[in-house]
């Protein structure tokens, strides 16, 4: 497959509504996209201020202090406490690293890589990208043979799915039936509000617990865009098997893949403080405690988002009809067929608006169901 054969970029299929919730004369409440609005903490800006004289090329692998400090939270806020610097790696955001695991993985032509029903396109993509065959399971029994490799995202995007330490085991079992890789993608897992997730660590497929004593095939995928407000800065990382963490390095080492020295060091600044990803949590959870009632007042149904930074929610109906109704509020939301045929009815609402303007839209919300 060539990039050329890719389909249009999804979110230029929002543009209508985005103009039709930008009449409202209250003006647009922009739900629609993940993207933090809130500042960079200051201790991270500082970090990454005093390591602006980078005259020389990073490097691919990580400075030490950056691998030290992801191996230190894994342990402190993960419960993984048995890794070493080999088995950890920085990328550049997690995006990039989701798109081209297959690629690096030298997955192509036959090759199976299974996602979640309801998923983030990228991991679609990736496997388009080589001409490996996309398998959207959520069963672990439905994994078929020939799989190469399998992406879980937990908690997930757009629905908040958290897998428990008994599911990730369950799955790490069925992948190595499969001889597969098992990649986690878990950049919400400071995000936790219901059931067990309300007082509980969520859990990573490096957990003990999971892996039986042996990491090898998996993956755990993590980037500080939510929990630290870096989008901009595309700080992330990967851990897990040192033998495909080496693997990794030395293609990306080929591939000039490496981020740069500031954001490393900003990067390990913020990996060690945890003050300020409790308090962005606190303001994601004063969101989502002014939007989930207005939205079940107006007749939606939330459904998961247990944990995450979305609203996951269906009027039972269309979504491109929910998207329109939203609209005409001055609501910009994101629709739900984005993440696969299996989520046609439902649309996703982001916590990443300003605290202000997520009130407004609740204040419609509520005053469209009296």
């Known amino acids: 497959m060539s990039v050329r054969d890719l389909a249009d970029y999804p979110w230029d299929a929002v543009v209508p509504f985005r ?33 602006t004289d980078a005259h020389a090329y990073p490097q691919t692998v990580g400075t030490p202090a950056l691998r030290e400090a992801i191996v230190s939270w894994y342990a402190r806020r ?16 997690s995006k990039e690293l989701v798109a081209l695991l297959p690629t690096l993985l030298g997955l192509g032509e036959g090759d199976i890589v299974v996602h979640p029903e309801i998923a ?53 079992r069925r992948a190595r039936e499969l001889d597969a890789v098992i990649a986690s993608d878990e950049c919400y897992a400071e995000l936790g509000w219901d059931g067990a997730w309300a007082t509980e660590a969520i859990p990573s497929i490096l957990d003990p617990r999971v892996t039986g004593g042996s990491r090898a095939n998996l993956l755990s995928v993590y980037s ?47 990996l060690g403080d945890d003050e300020h990803v409790a308090a962005q949590k606190e303001l994601y959870r004063e969101r989502r405690e002014l939007l989930r009632p207005a939205v079940e007042a107006a007749g939606f149904r939330l459904d998961g988002s247990e944990a995450g930074l979305y609203l996951w929610v269906t009027e039972g109906r269309d979504a ?27 649309v996703r609402l982001a916590l990443t608006a300003p605290t202000e303007r ?5 204040r419609r919300l509520h005053a469209a169901a009296s």
């Open 19 to 51: 103009e039709r919730a930008s009449a409202h004369a209250g003006g647009l409440v922009d739900l629609s996209v993940g993207s933090p609005v809130d500042p960079t903490p200051e201790i991270i800006r500082r970090a990454l201020a005093e390591a």
């Open 78 to 93: 993960r419960g993984v406490d048995d890794l070493t610097v080999a088995n950890v790696l920085p990328t550049i955001g």
């Open 120 to 172: 983030y396109p990228t991991y679609d993509v990736g496997a388009r990208v080589v001409g490996a065959m996309p398998l959207p399971a959520d069963d672990p029994a439905d994994w078929p043979e020939g799989t190469k490799l399998i992406w879980i995202n937990t908690p997930g995007n757009p629905d908040g799915r958290t897998w428990t330490v008994s599911e990730l085991a369950a799955a790490v």
């Open 224 to 270: 500080l865009s939510k929990q630290s407000n870096l989008a901009g800065y595309r700080a992330a990382f990967v851990a897990g098997c040192p033998r495909i963490v080496a693997d990794l390095l030395t293609a990306r080492k080929h591939l000039g893949l490496m981020p740069p020295e500031p954001v490393q060091h900003a990067m390990a600044v913020a």
């Open 320 to 346: 491109w009809e929910s998207m329109a109704r939203l609209a005409d509020l001055g609501i910009l939301a994101g629709p739900g067929p984005f993440y696969g045929a299996a989520a046609a009815s439902h």
């Open 358 to 362: 997520v009130a407004e839209a609740a």
